[in-house]
C-alpha cells in the first residue's frame, strides 16, 4: 500500500455493521452501483478477518479477472523494458499469475519460498505503525479490491495490481525483502512520530518510488513505479538525485501528481548500504541527528 492517508477511500462502518467504502467523485466507479456494492463487501471481508484465520478469499467476477489480464500483460512487457534486472528476475522466479488475480494464500505460498513474505488482508489504509512494523515478522497486508473495468490500466488508489503486482514481485527478491524486514524491526525502535513519517518518506523514495541505474540506464525497483502504467515510462524525466536519507525522510511530495523528483542509486548494493543500513539503524536518535529537530 501506499502510505499516505488520503490517497485510500476512507472506510467506515455503521452502528448496524454496514461496511461503506468512500470513492471520491473523480474515481472511476463512483457512479457504478454494482462496483460500489462491491468494494464494500471486499472491505467487509478484511475488517472481519482476525491474525492466525484462513484469509478471506474473493470470487472475483468476468470483469475484474479481464482487468487482472489486461494490465498484467502490460506492465509485464514494461517490466522488460524499464524494471530493475532484480525486479525482473525475481518476478520470474515468482511466476504470479496473469490469467487470474491471484488470492493473498496464493500469493503468500508463492513467496513463503524465496523469502518468508505473507500476504494479510486490508480494508484499506492500515496506520504507518502496523503496516511497517508488521515486516518485521515477513507480513505485508494487502487490499483485496481491482480498480474499475471502465479505466484497466488506472486508479487513483493503490489495488491488488498495486499490491501484487508491484510490491510482490519486489518482494520476491531476498535483497528487498531484507530491507523490508529492517524497516519493521526499526519500527519497534522508534517511538516518536516524526521519526516514524520520517522512515515512511525514506521508504516512499526508495522501496515505492525507488530508481537504479544499470548498464548506463536508470531503471525502476519501487513498487509504485513498477505498478503504474503510465508512471512506468515517465520515470527517466525527472529529477533524478543521489541517495540522501536527509533529503529523501524530508522531501516534500504530491502523491496524486508523477513524482517530480526521484532518488537514483547507482547499484543495488547501494541501495542495501545507505537505504538498508539507514533502516537497520534507524531510531528517535538517528532520525533527529539527521534532521536537527529534537524528538518531542
Ligand atoms: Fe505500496
Redesign the pocket.
Known amino acids: 500500500?501506499?502510505?499516505e492517508a488520503q490517497l485510500y477511500s476512507p472506510v467506515t462502518t455503521s452502528v448496524d455493521g454496514d461496511v461503506t467504502v468512500h470513492l471520491s467523485d473523480e474515481h472511476p466507479g463512483v457512479r457504478d452501483p454494482e462496483y460500489r456494492a462491491r468494494r464494500n463487501a471486499i472491505a467487509a471481508l478484511a475488517l472481519s478477518h482476525r491474525p492466525g484465520s484462513r484469509t478471506p478469499r474473493i470470487d472475483y467476477t468476468g470483469e475484474e479477472q479481464r482487468v487482472w489480464r489486461i494490465v498484467s500483460a502490460e506492465l509485464a512487457r514494461k517490466r522488460e523494458r524499464y524494471a530493475s534486472v532484480e525486479v525482473i528476475e525475481a518476478a520470474e522466479r515468482l511466476g504470479l499469475p496473469t490469467d487470474h488475480i491471484p488470492q493473498l494464500d496464493e500469493v503468500t505460498s508463492k513467496l513463503v519460498p524465496l523469502t518468508g513474505f505473507r500476504y494479510a488482508p486490508a480494508a484499506g489504509l492500515v496506520p504507518l505503525r502496523e503496516f511497517f512494523g508488521a515486516f518485521a515478522d515477513r507480513t505485508f497486508h494487502s487490499t483485496q479490491y481491482i480498480r474499475h473495468h471502465s479505466a484497466p490500466l488506472y486508479t487513483p488508489e493503490?489495488d491488488a495490481v498495486?499490491?501484487i503486482l508491484?510490491?510482490a514481485n519486489q518482494l520476491a527478491s531476498p535483497r528487498f525483502a531484507a530491507i523490508y524486514a529492517e524497516v519493521g524491526a526499526a519500527v519497534a525502535r522508534i517511538t516518536g512520530e516524526a521519526a516514524l513519517k520520517f522512515l515512511a518518506d525514506v521508504f516512499w523514495f526508495s522501496?515505492?518510488f525507488g530508481v537504479v541505474r544499470e548498464a548506463g540506464e536508470v531503471r525502476c525497483y519501487g513498487?509504485?513505479l513498477l505498478?503504474s502504467f503510465g508512471e512506468i515510462e515517465e520515470f527517466r524525466q525527472a529529477d533524478l538525485r543521489p541517495l540522501n536519507i536527509r533529503e529523501m525522510g524530508t522531501a516534500v511530495y504530491d502523491i496524486t501528481h508523477y513524482q517530480p523528483v526521484l532518488f537514483c542509486a547507482e547499484s543495488i548494493d547501494e541501495i542495501e548500504d545507505v537505504v538498508g543500513g539507514f533502516f537497520a539503524t534507524a531510531s528517535d536518535d538517528a532520525v533527529a541527528a539527521l534532521t536537527g529537530v529534537q524528538p518531542v
Open positions: 500500500m501506499f502510505t493503490p498495486h499490491e508491484g510490491h522501496m515505492e513498487a509504485g505498478s
